[in-house]
């Protein structure tokens, strides 16, 4: 004779796999976004790398920054992705450059269109202060404080400006890329209050 499950027992099995759904889905998601964090860190220390290979073959200069309409070889963004794929602009075809996207943040931020070209996007900031001609040699700041890229709001990193202040793109902060190559979690809050954080000279 088949023995049958009753309704109780039945609602007792549900109950428990809820139970136990309800316990390893927080563990879940915890995980989803360490992998996360460390697939953005992994990122700002390959864009770090090509920081390290372009101040390396222009004697010391750091790439610069953009500086309006026009400029478009100004892209410490672009500049860097020459230097370590061969291509310019940050943009390619279907594919896109996913070093230069944090998977811990949907949005990203298009670069301007010069003369017609797409430059691609990014949510990985400049710092503000990466200003023309800098030689690594002139910084008053120690490289492994001097902050040039990180996680933002908008392409250019200026903690001046609401739009443009650092992003919170994961549970622990935001990642910062500094000269020195060397990558680290920082508090949001305090990157954005604190100018001082963006000296770089």
Same mark, same amino acid.
């Given at each position: ?75 410490? $963004?672009?500049?860097? *992705?020459?230097? %370590?794929?061969? !291509?310019? @602009? ?5 594919? #896109? ?56 709001? $908008?392409?250019?990193? *200026?903690?001046? %400006?609401?739009? !443009?202040? @650092? ?5 622990? #902060? ?28």
């Amino acid at each position: 004779m088949k023995k049958h499950f009753t309704l109780i027992e039945l609602l007792v099995v549900i109950a428990i796999i809820a139970i136990l759904a309800a316990m390893l889905l927080p563990a879940l998601a915890r995980a989803r976004d360490s992998a996360k964090q460390s697939s953005c860190m992994n990122n700002l220390k390959q864009i770090g790398l090509g920081v390290t290979l372009y101040v390396d073959h222009y004697a010391g200069m750091l790439p610069r920054k953009y500086y309006g309409a026009g400029n478009d070889n100004y892209w410490a $963004h672009n500049c860097i *992705n020459f230097v %370590m794929a061969g !291509r310019y @602009p940050l943009y390619d075809g279907a594919k #896109g450059d996913k070093i230069w996207s944090c998977p811990g943040q949907v949005k990203t931020y298009s670069l301007p269109n010069v003369n017609g070209e797409y430059l691609g996007a990014t949510n990985y900031g400049v710092n503000l202060n990466l200003d023309r001609d800098m030689n690594m040699s002139q910084m008053t700041v120690s490289a492994s404080q001097g902050i040039i890229f990180l996680d933002s709001l $908008h392409q250019e990193c *200026n903690p001046w %400006m609401d739009v !443009r202040k @650092p992003a919170r793109n994961h549970p622990a #902060g935001s990642a910062v890329l500094y000269l020195d190559g060397h990558v680290a979690m920082e508090n949001t809050e305090r990157l954005a209050g604190v100018t001082s954080l963006f000296k770089l000279r």
